[in-house]
């Protein structure tokens, strides 16, 4: 294939562009889910993101323009002097670690219940633990920013034409996120994992060459209103209202995945979750990292949407969408810290 390079030496004297500067190589798919993850509205209707969709169209044009032009926001005042400058793999300094980094891989399987046939509904264990969660580190800290670490991904890639071996491309986010919209992510992707055993025995004997990614990257996003973060309510009625006109189950999702949940709202979100029809209890739990927590799932035609939540302070520690019935885990989030700070890193 011919990159920009080889194209204008073959080319030579009959280039029009000829001694204009080859700009930047395009940014791949993967890279641009990191950035549009950040950019869509968080409180828009919601759904699975499917195997082989990817980003919407006009968040990857956003997120590539961000890339290639490098944005780097005026509004981010870097509290830690060794948090470095945007575009730096310095390697992030999160304010806590909730939980030990998990080791992925090489092939992802859905995580295993307590009760994996028969499930009941789960009405009576959710208001149980609603009504005596304690407080979490989003409770308890203060600062200017939200800071959310995350590993995850959310798309499983075909990468063989008859398309029977796919890879998983999973990233660590570390996200801090301002009141008026300014925003700072540093993203590294992980080493690639797999669906089933058979698409790791393919990838063992064809490797994929690198392209060159960075380890790390960083991207800084000046204030923006329409990125703007207003508090969640805690009052029911305002819960409900704005819990409304979408699937219940996969905002709840969202807004923990995307928000620091006060006490108060976690336990009306776990209320609400108890009254939705279709979530099931499936009992005690492990994620990825390692946690011990409580699953609840939520079956469709395509797929089991499962959310773990922490038997303490109520807050999730992962969500799964598994696409049935061949039980690939199509995406998947571990939340590792959610507080509050007053320093970028």
Known sequence: MFDTSSTKALLGPADPAR????????????????????????DAPSGVRRR???VPVAAGVAAAGLIATGVVASGLTDGNPSGGTAGQATGPT???????TPTLGPVIRPVAFEIDKQPPATGDQLRALAAQLAPSRCDTTTGKYTFIHTI???????DTPDGKSQRIIPSERWEWRAADGSERIR????????????????FQKHPVQPTGTPAADVNDLPPNPNRTIAPLPTDPAEIAKRLAGGDPFLKVRDWFTTRAVPLATRAELLRILANTAGVVWRGETTDRAGRKGLAVSLDDERARHVLIFDPRTGEMLAWDDVERPVDTVAGSKMLLACEHTDKLG
């Open 19 to 42: 001694g204009l500067p080859i700009p930047p190589p395009h940014a791949r798919a993967v890279d641009l889910i990191a950035v549009a993850e950040a950019t869509v509205n968080i």
């Open 52 to 54: 082989r969709i990817l």
């Open 94 to 100: 999160p304010t806590r670690t909730a939980a030990a």
């Open 152 to 158: 995850g991904w959310n798309a499983v890639f075909d």
């Open 187 to 202: 993203t590294t992707f992980l080493p690639a994992v797999y669906p089933n055993e058979e698409s790791y025995q393919y």
